[in-house]
């Protein structure tokens, strides 16, 4: 079988400054990437001018800002690559990502996705995590699989999503049949995707860090209360076309939908925004019951100074033991 293209999709906003670096991982990998599709979401940088100065090679669209699902669609819809690969802007490979993915694909023709570990460094190059699949608990386990499809995928994404968008390399007739990411979803769009195609296809892992994700102040996971709003968002559409495969994965669909708006409930319980904190945990009681959401939405109802004075209580007794 002779080996697939790949084109790589890069969407980028506001992020001149990081594409050189993105690009050269690129160019550095040991099985050559046909094209590189970078997709300007609205920039009001220079991105424009930094990518002419890169060269040949790159496909240069640019649309008014939509989103970065939206910038990955368009970017889908452009590249001629029999496979895409996805790399964030302020992100980069290390040389053998695509090679040993590109095997993969070809050694398991039921495959449809890709992906690989990661490491993660600040914005100052300093190295935060050395292997998100150790730190997760995952590494083991995705070395025994040797590459081969991933068992019960869809429940293991719902419990973890192992899938970093950076590492990602898929087949690209897979994602034209599903029309790409949801650009109704601002946050988990990539999640929801890979579901997809987790629910209809084989997902396969290389076990080895492939990608370095750079994690800065401008990261967009950074703004805490519209990625968790975003969570439950995505957490609903996911039953809304896969609740009755749900319980076959595992995964009880409204629960799924209950610790989303639990985990936004208790962020804004611990930021003392009780008034919203009792909306999301009320949200959740009834979408499923927890003994611990009915505790916290009571708690929510309490005021503040007594919460406060139960909270040192409770510190006061545990250093007490």
């Not at 400054?17 to 094209?35: D, G, I, N, Y």
């Not at 890979?194 to 703004?223: F, G, M, Q, Y």
């Not at 039953?239 to 708006?261: C, E, H, K």
Request: charged share 20%; net charge neutral; proline share 4%.
């Amino acid at each position: 079988m002779s080996q697939p293209s790949v084109s790589v999709v890069i969407p980028t906003y506001n992020r001149a400054r990081f594409l050189p670096a993105a690009v050269a991982s690129v160019r550095a990998q040991t099985a050559a990437c046909a094209e590189i599709v970078i997709v300007d979401d609205g920039s009001s940088d220079d991105t424009g001018q930094v990518v002419a100065a890169l060269g040949a090679g790159i496909v240069y669209v640019r649309q008014d800002n939509a989103g970065p699902a939206a910038a990955r669609n368009r970017g889908i819809r452009t590249a001629r690559g029999d496979c895409i690969a996805f790399l964030d802007t302020d992100d980069r490979w290390l040389p053998h990502k695509i090679e040993r993915q590109l095997a993969l694909l070809v050694r398991h023709p039921s495959v449809a996705l890709v992906s690989a570990d990661m490491a993660i460094e600040d914005e100052h190059g300093v190295q935060q995590v050395a292997s998100n699949f150790v730190l997760r608990g995952l590494h083991g386990f995705f070395e025994g699989l040797g590459g081969a499809p991933v068992p019960e995928a869809p429940r293991r994404l719902l419990e973890i999503n192992f899938v970093n968008t950076s590492t990602v390399l898929v087949r690209r007739e897979v994602l034209a049949a599903l029309e790409g990411f949801d650009t109704g979803l601002r946050y988990g769009e990539d999640l929801e995707l890979w579901l997809r195609i987790a629910a209809r296809h084989d997902l396969a892992c290389v076990a080895s860090v492939e990608e370095i994700r750079v994690e800065h102040s401008h990261n967009v996971t950074k703004s805490v209360e519209p990625m968790l709003r975003g969570y439950v968002d995505m957490a609903r559409t996911i039953r809304g076309w896969a609740g009755p495969r749900m319980p076959g994965w595992g995964v009880n669909p409204d629960r799924y939908v209950a610790d989303a708006l639990a985990d936004l409930g208790y962020w804004y319980f611990a930021q003392g925004r009780r008034h919203e904190a009792r909306g999301a945990f009320a949200g959740s009681l009834r979408e499923a019951a927890s003994a611990r959401a009915a505790f916290y939405a009571a708690a929510a109802t309490l005021p503040a100074g007594l919460v406060d004075f139960l909270r040192s209580v409770k510190s006061g007794s545990a250093r007490a033991r």
